[in-house]
Nanobody, 123 residues
Framework: QVQLVESGGGLVQAGGSLRLSCAAS????????MAWFRRAPGKDREFVAAINWTGTRTYYADSAKGRFTISRDNAKATVYLQMNSLKPEDTAVYYCAADASYPRLRPNEYDYWGQGTQVTVSS
């Protein structure tokens, strides 16, 4: 059974940084593009960033451009999201997801999901 397990969330002040990780198991990781989504309170799940199979191509939501960086380590079956210059509006549960196509921007296009990790940015 495929498992995606996120970690690295927490409470941080505005302007700070966090690095999220998502470890995959029972997944042919290097064959799957990966993505990060988030769901803020009272809002729908939204796309944040995606990365292709080899890590050579990335795609970001406008809200993430210039502040967030997605990367992957296929040897460790792990995808990362480095988040800098965090803002209170980045507060959300962050999810990683896997799908066989790249890039996919809609949540319902993804096959596999993690359980999420909470990121809270205080002002």
């Amino acid at each position: 059974q495929v498992q995606l397990v996120e970690s690295g969330g927490g409470l941080v002040q505005a302007g700070g940084s966090l690095r999220l990780s998502c470890a995959a198991s029972e997944l042919s990781f290097s064959s799957y593009p990966m993505a990060w989504f988030r769901r803020a309170p009272g809002k729908d799940r939204e796309f944040v960033a995606a990365i292709n199979w080899t890590g050579t191509r990335t795609y970001y939501a406008d809200s993430a451009k210039g502040r967030f960086t997605i990367s992957r380590d296929n040897a460790k079956a792990t995808v990362y999201l480095q988040m800098n210059s965090l803002k209170p509006e980045d507060t959300a549960v962050y999810y990683c997801a896997a799908d066989a196509s790249y890039p996919r921007l809609r949540p319902n296009e993804y096959d596999y999901w993690g359980q999420g990790t909470q990121v809270t940015v205080s002002s």
